[in-house]
């Protein structure tokens, strides 16, 4: 056992936690053990005794004496010692009463692989409550049902409670995966790229111990370094957003991202309120509390290797190190995209470098050693790097040029990386039949050298440790509490004020009922509700009046003083000037009677007043709203707004609270941010009106969760202030 085999051993066996007897078993019962070879009864006790695992093994079978050369017993009752996690491989049916059975022998957690609970219908969930009541009752906990199980590579548990058939090495990276499926091709993937694993969880229908507890158990292990995380959802967001959030600080977790921008899009194609919660949701919980959310499992488990390896670069600086051109060139591409630079070297390093490289070599960032450059060549270039403080980590080409020792490059390279001084990636580019280029790429990984082969590859794990880096040190700070605002009068207007929705909805009107909301049967503030709301709340709005004939329109419009905006205002009018009901740039009276006298005519709704507001040229239409989750915070959205809002679907999402650093954030990330601060001769807009009314909104949901969804659009952002021009909102 090496120093770091025997560091692992014990602070295994100092730990304590109530997961231990899941992942740190010192002895299993296998109820339903098997001497069928197929079965998985059979197979996880030859996985376990094929591993090594270190604890007691006991088969129980009422039939067989022994199961693969061990002695079976009748019943757990039979087994002369403490047991302390059991397998479940028997039909459903008979879980509860062996879930009390294990409760009765003192089992602290049992893995039940059988299906046929909450995944099966009625009769299934109503098995699973009761064999829950009996874990409760017993304190037993239950991984699974319908699951794999655990895998636990410390050479002091050799644990392989599980029935896959990928054998990893004991490594830094653990895995906890709602999906069986996917965590086996992952374990499969870390496997072939050679990484090594620390624990392995996937638990099925997660009915007690959830992804959030094995993550927070992963957070408190010494042995992992990194975590991969595959979930499909949240059963409750918030407990895992406050894990996430704890243990994201401490080490990376890694996990898939759900398609964003077709959920960014299929929201903006509607509305704030509409957009698809749980999809979007995922990243956004992601993004909230640090987990590095990757676009593919390739990239995924490719990054974990740098992970493994590599210390967390100190910021964004990256140098290059090439023994051939355009590779340097792709990689740089991706470097950069990934938000890292390449600064220039300093006098000293290039002196260094004038001495010690060859004379066509490149002395710059990128250093080119060139093709015939060798170990000694690489090295300078390293330790160049390596004192450079204006470089924080390095991204290595190295093509085996078939005239150079690569054996000594490799070796030059492992040494360096060794000192765990800066983070390290090698592109390194060869042809893995030549058994001399195998034995080189060995020296690299043996020395934990992550190595790819391909640049882009290479350039994304590097770019995944520096987003780990900003995740690590960013500060998103506190969300703003306002003072000025007037919480018992917004109260009172969300109290009253509803609009009816059945009200002067016209039989062919071009608003597609929703079935949900129908059902829900949702109130619509009316719109002298809604800008007295908002005012309340200290978003700042255009001068407006309801009116609800002629006369009383025409005297609001003076009073506001030209020009003005008519709009027509019903409960069934949404989307206003698809329908006409909008009339900006009214100069006079006459203009706002003729507007006033048609809209009566076109719509015939009981409810039908008109809207007068004060006419806003010339602004940035923007869009900001609120959309309530199912166990989760609002969502709160940002965006190019106005009557294109679906066309250009530039829109980026948050979960509410949004601190001032989250609300520029949402500024800076929408595709068309630059707009925002003007372009060709344009004026900008002033930014921080916006990030005030998106923090103003934000602490209105909060306060007021009964708050489904809000729409402000436009928001009329000017080069000095910003308003909003129409609004809606769904209590
Ligand atoms: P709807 O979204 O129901 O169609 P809006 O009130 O958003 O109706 O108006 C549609 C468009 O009319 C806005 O996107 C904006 O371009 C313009 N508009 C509305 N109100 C004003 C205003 N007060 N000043 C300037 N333009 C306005
Ligand atoms: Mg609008």
Redesign the pocket.
């Known amino acids: 056992m090496n120093t770091a085999e025997t560091k692992i051993k014990k602070e295994s066996i100092n730990a304590v936690h109530e997961l231990d007897s899941l992942f740190k078993p010192k002895s299993i019962a296998i109820i339903g053990a098997s001497s069928k070879e197929l079965s998985i009864g059979n197979v996880i006790i030859k996985n376990l005794v094929h591993y090594g695992y270190t604890g007691k093994i006991y088969p129980i079978n009422p039939k067989e004496p022994e199961i693969r050369g061990i002695k079976a017993y009748t019943s757990i009752f039979d087994v002369p010692d403490n047991i302390d996690l059991a397998h479940v491989i028997i039909p459903n049916k008979f879980v509860p009463q062996i879930i009390e059975d294990c409760g009765k022998k003192g089992i602290k957690s049992v893995i039940i692989n059988s299906a046929g609970f909450s995944e099966m219908g009625e009769e299934g969930i109503a098995l699973q409550k009761a064999f829950l009541a009996k874990a409760k009752e017993y304190g037993v906990r239950i991984f699974g049902p319908n699951c794999q199980g655990i895998i636990n590579t410390d050479p002091a548990f050799k644990a392989y409670c599980d029935f896959t058939f990928t054998f990893p090495e004991p490594g830094a990276i653990s895995i906890a995966a709602l999906s069986g499926g996917v965590g086996a091709f992952i374990m499969q993937s870390l496997f072939d790229l050679e990484i090594g694993m620390r624990m392995y969880a996937s638990n099925g229908n997660a009915c007690d111990i959830s992804i959030s507890d094995v993550l927070k158990y992963y957070g408190e292990d010494e042995g992992t370094k990194a975590i991969i995380l595959y979930t499909e959802g949240f059963k409750n967001p918030r407990e895992f957003m406050e894990t996430a959030k704890s243990v994201s600080r401490k080490k990376p977790i890694l996990a898939m991202k759900s398609g964003r921008t077709e959920a960014g899009a299929k929201a903006a194609a509607s509305h704030t309120g509409s957009l698809a919660g749980v999809d979007i949701a995922t990243e956004l919980i992601f993004e909230k509390t640090g987990v590095l959310a990757f676009n593919n499992e390739e990239e995924m488990c490719q990054a974990a290797m740098a992970f493994a390896t590599q210390p967390i670069p100190k910021g964004n600086r990256v140098g290059i190190i090439t023994n051939t051109g355009g590779p340097a060139v792709i990689a740089t591409d991706e470097l950069v995209s990934a938000g890292l630079v390449l600064p220039p070297l300093s006098e000293r390093a290039v002196t260094i470098l004038k001495e010690t490289q060859l004379p066509e070599a490149t002395i710059g960032n990128p250093i080119d050693v060139v093709a015939t450059g060798g170990g000694k060549h690489f090295r300078s270039a390293l330790d160049v790097l390596m004192e450079e403080d204006t470089i924080d980590s390095i991204f290595i080409n190295f093509v085996s040029a078939p005239f150079t020792d690569t054996d000594d490059v490799a070796r030059n390279i492992v040494e360096v990386n060794k000192m765990k001084r800066k983070p390290i990636v090698c592109n390194f580019m060869t042809n893995m039949s030549i058994d001399r280029f195998k034995v080189t790429a060995k020296i690299l990984k043996d020395g934990g050298v992550p190595c790819y082969s391909f640049p882009t590859t290479a350039a994304k794990a590097l770019g995944a440790l520096y987003k780990y880096h900003k995740v690590r040190s960013r500060n998103i700070g506190e969300a703003k509490i306002f003072a000025d605002i007037n919480k018992s009068k917004a109260a009172e207007i969300l109290n009253s004020g509803f609009r009816n929705k059945d009200l002067g909805i016209k039989k062919n009107s071009t608003q597609i009922p929703n079935p949900e909301s129908q059902i829900l049967n949702p109130h619509f503030l009316t719109s002298d509700k809604v800008y007295s709301l908002l005012a309340a709340y200290g978003i700042p709005v255009a001068d407006w009046r309801l009116a609800d004939d002629v006369e009383k329109t025409i005297k609001a419009a003076n009073e506001i003083g030209y020009p003005v905006v008519i709009k027509a205002d019903a409960a069934s009018l949404v989307h206003?000037?698809d329908l006409g009901g909008v009339a900006v740039n009214l100069k006079n009276s006459d203009e706002v009677r003729s507007v006033v006298e048609n809209m009566k005519k076109k719509f015939d709704a009981e409810d039908l007043k008109f809207f007068v507001q004060k006419f806003l040229p010339g602004g940035r239409e923007l869009i900001a709203g609120i959309s309530a989750q199912r166990d989760l915070e609002p969502l709160i959205m940002f965006g190019i707004g106005g009557?294109y809002v679906e066309v250009l679907k530039d829109v980026v999402f948050k979960i509410a609270p949004v601190t001032e650093v989250e609300a520029e954030e949402m500024l800076s990330s929408i595709k068309a941010s630059k707009l925002l601060d003007g372009v060709r001769g344009e004026k900008g807009i002033h930014k921080q009106s916006v990030i005030e009314i998106i923090q103003r909104l934000s602490q209105l949901v909060t306060d007021f969760p009964e708050i489904q969804e809000m729409d402000l659009?436009?928001i009329m952002a000017f080069e000095d202030k910003a308003f909003v021009v129409?609004a809606r909102i769904k209590i």
């Open positions: 206003k000037s009557i659009n436009p129409d």
